[in-house]
């Protein structure tokens, strides 16, 4: 694992973003930054993604280690909430008495264990204990899997799958069908029963129906029957499931791993087409986010020659759809992206 | 209650008997699958399975060819039946033997009423479904996926071993929706064959015309819930299309497999009597006039439950309409006692085959016919016929490509 705290202070890591920002302002055309050290509070009337890199992010392997990433992610949320504290940021979003259900996806490529062990750290700042933290998805087998230590009992932050809920399959999900849209679902007690708050915890990468798996579709995990919801490129499918009431009412913020994002062949994991971005996105706005992140996809795969999402035949429909439902704002002139630094639309080749 | 008006005391307690009758074979079929149990929630290894019907497609994703979906499918993704998996660019079905439900029926409770009439069928299914129906009787199975429901592994040749010690000449794969599990129905009907144990599928008919041609080899009977005569019904309330379904029917005909027809009337969705006229042209016009057709009665569940049970007049006047439009043998279903479950001479009019509840008197028919006036009544009574059955060859020059995976 790399770490980045002994590598930087925070002053200097202060410094260095306000400086980039000013590099990505000039080199993202016209799409709205914002400096991070300088930071207003959020416009009401615009979507604020915060988008955070370092070069700790980007190594290969297991990935960062779980502190650099709450590191990171203070200075971030420092960012998105516009205040001049860590704690100040999350306590606008999570309470101590909360219990906490971070959704990581484990399909596929997944979420790194130290991306959601540091957001688990990050929100320690305002007094919620990890215990009251859950990393969950749809199975412990699959959590394992993807690296992650299982645990639902002690001190430390819950990680199980809704499978581990009762004593008989499908005891996990809620005995009531909830709707949303053409499609009926039972959705997850961990989302029902087991958490007051709820985070979206995703991977930035390709999808080979949705053009982008997000911190939206990353809810497919949190319903029993995602297979229903995949015809017309997953479109309003996504939307859909990220609008059932009880995952709406709770969600309080989204942060997606772009440490090493998939440009093309997901949701697998495919090396050749991963590259090292070194970023975290975080916002209150999930529709926002995976706009951002499909920005950044989209960037990425025209840097190599790669056709954009629309001609391969999977645009990212869901995004718009995501905004027709209310959920969040889906057209990049009215989202104000953070960039803390390299620039955000710095791809590379 | 107005049903049961209609019952006198000795039907009463037949049916009585009847459902004593079920309770002891499945008490006897708990012990023959006792040890079977799949336990760790997660689908078996041994029920993971090479699939058939799909084709390769580039960068390790297949097209499943089993169903009118024709589902895309990533490596790791599964298709929209919940049960089919992309494993590193091969598509595995995970419910070969994976079994959610083991009963032993009434054959007349799939239903088949044509078909070996007083025998039961050892009846299967396993999890998943290729459609979404909101008014679905059995969603708690197959609307899930296959770790989310108990489960027993009973490889085929057991099943058959099942079939043949507790006296049932058929296995009816049945319950949630048997095509998306096909690569299991296919394989356990073809070794009942050889063991001259007959197989039925009880099916939505949402299936490519190769796989299903393929799979008739070794089937015995065939039903299929239409559920509707319009596309607007499949598309809101199945998530369908109804022109598959109806390709289906016309495969079926044209094979020659004993087919019988289901069709679950809701109110104010599907009932309309020009909506009925309509179906029963279509059916004796492409299947023929002697197809049995049943008008099954409709209860509130699963996402429908806002509506009532479906009025008995409702399915007297839909059986009225098809037989008007010349059908011969039409049937009210999911109602206890109803004059509307007897079998009748065309002929002659007398009852040839009685049915109140799940027992059944069939002693009016002989050799295949009318007692009374010795008209032939259409379908399988026999277990020699069932198993003699061999599928027509297709008309025209179309032909089947070989199961299993295709290259793109």
């Not at chain 2, 009532?308 to 009210?332: C, E, F, H, Q, S």
């Amino acid at each position: 694992m790399t770490r980045c705290s002994d590598r930087m202070t925070r002053r200097t890591f202060l410094a260095r973003a306000a400086a980039t920002s000013t590099v990505a302002a000039s080199a993202a055309s016209a799409l709205p930054l914002a400096s991070c050290a300088e930071s207003p509070p959020p416009s009401p009337n615009r979507s604020r993604v915060v988008i955070i890199r370092h070069d700790a992010l980007a190594a290969d392997g297991q990935g960062p280690a779980p502190e650099c990433v709450r590191e990171l992610l203070d200075e971030a949320a420092r960012a998105l909430a516009g205040d001049a504290k860590a704690a100040d940021a999350w306590a606008r979003w999570f309470k101590p008495e909360d219990r906490l259900a971070v959704k990581v996806n484990c399909l596929g490529l997944p979420t790194k264990p130290a991306v959601a062990l540091g957001l688990a750290a990050a929100v320690g700042a305002i007094g919620l204990p990890p215990q009251r933290v859950t990393l969950w998805d749809r199975t412990s087998h699959e959590l394992r899997r993807a690296g992650y230590t299982l645990r639902t009992t002690g001190d430390g932050v819950r990680c199980f799958g809704t499978d581990a809920l009762g004593s008989r399959p499908g005891d996990g999900y809620s005995a009531d069908v909830y709707t949303s849209g053409a499609t009926g679902s039972l959705i997850s007690r961990i989302v029902l029963d087991e958490c007051t708050a709820l985070a979206s915890a995703a991977v930035l990468k390709d999808h080979n129906l949705a053009g982008i798996t997000g911190v939206m579709k990353n809810f497919y995990g949190a319903i029993h029957n995602p297979n229903k919801y995949h015809d017309n490129g997953c479109d309003p499918f996504i939307a859909d499931a990220c609008a059932q009431k009880p995952i709406r009412d709770r969600l309080r913020l989204v942060l997606s791993d772009a440490t090493r994002p998939q440009y093309h062949g997901g949701p697998a994991p495919r090396r050749q087409w991963q590259w090292p971005y070194g970023g975290l996105i975080l916002s209150t706005d999930p529709v926002a986010a995976d706009r951002v992140g499909c920005e950044i996809l989209e960037r990425k795969r025209a840097a190599v020659g790669m056709k954009p999402l629309e001609a391969a035949k999977r645009p990212a429909r869901h995004i718009a759809s995501g905004e027709a439902r209310g959920l969040g704002t889906a057209k990049l002139e009215r989202i104000e992206v953070v960039s803390i630094g390299r620039a955000w639309l710095d791809v590379g080749q | 209650m107005e049903d049961i008006k209609r019952t006198n005391r000795r039907e009463f307690l037949r049916a009585a008997g009847a459902g004593a009758c079920a309770l002891c074979a499945a008490r006897a079929l708990a012990e023959d699958v006792a040890g079977n149990r799949v336990t760790d929630g997660a689908h078996p290894q041994a029920a993971v399975h090479d699939a058939m019907w799909f084709e390769h497609l580039p960068d390790k994703a297949v097209r499943c060819l089993l169903c009118p979906r024709e589902c895309v499918v990533a490596e790791v993704e599964r298709g929209y039946c919940g049960v089919r998996e992309n494993q590193g660019g091969d598509y595995k079905t995970l419910v070969y033997g994976n079994l959610c439900s083991i009963n032993i029926d009434p054959i007349e409770k799939k239903p088949l009423y044509h078909y070996l009439p007083r025998t039961m069928a050892l009846s299967v299914a396993t999890a998943g479904c290729n459609m979404e129906c909101k008014f679905c009787q059995n969603w708690r199975i197959s609307q899930f996926r296959p770790e989310q429901v108990d489960s027993l592994l009973i490889p085929p040749e057991n099943l058959v071993r099942i079939a043949r010690t507790r006296a049932s000449p058929t296995m009816a794969f049945t319950y949630s929706e048997p095509v998306v599990f096909y690569e299991y129905m296919h394989d356990a009907a073809a070794a009942g064959r050889k063991q001259s144990v007959g197989s039925v599928m009880i099916s939505n008919g949402y299936i490519r015309e190769p796989a299903l041609r393929q799979l008739c080899k070794h089937l015995t009977g065939v039903k299929v819930d239409l559920k509707a005569f319009t596309e607007k019904f499949y598309t809101q309330q199945c998530a369908a299309h109804l022109k598959p379904v109806l390709e289906t029917l016309e495969v079926l005909a044209d094979m020659g497999i004993h087919t019988e027809v289901v069709v679950l009337l809701i109110p104010t969705l599907n009932d309309s009597p020009a909506e009925t006229a309509q179906m029963a042209k279509w059916l004796v016009s492409h299947m023929g006039p002697d197809v049995p057709l049943h008008f099954s009665r409709f209860h509130p569940t699963y996402r429908v439950k806002n509506l009532p049970p479906t009025p008995i007049a409702t399915l007297d006047r839909a059986r009225k309409i098809a037989m008007d439009a010349g059908m011969r043998y039409v049937y009210v279903g999911n109602v206890a006692f109803h004059e509307g479950s007897n079998t009748y001479c065309p002929k002659c009019g007398k009852v040839v085959i009685k049915r109140v509840g799940y027992n059944t008197d069939a002693s009016g028919l002989r050799d295949g016919g009318c007692a009374s006036c010795g008209q032939k009544i259409p379908g399988v009574w026999t277990q020699e016929q069932a198993l003699a059955f061999k599928p027509k060859a297709a008309k025209g020059p179309k032909t089947s490509p070989a199961p299993g995976a295709a290259k793109s």
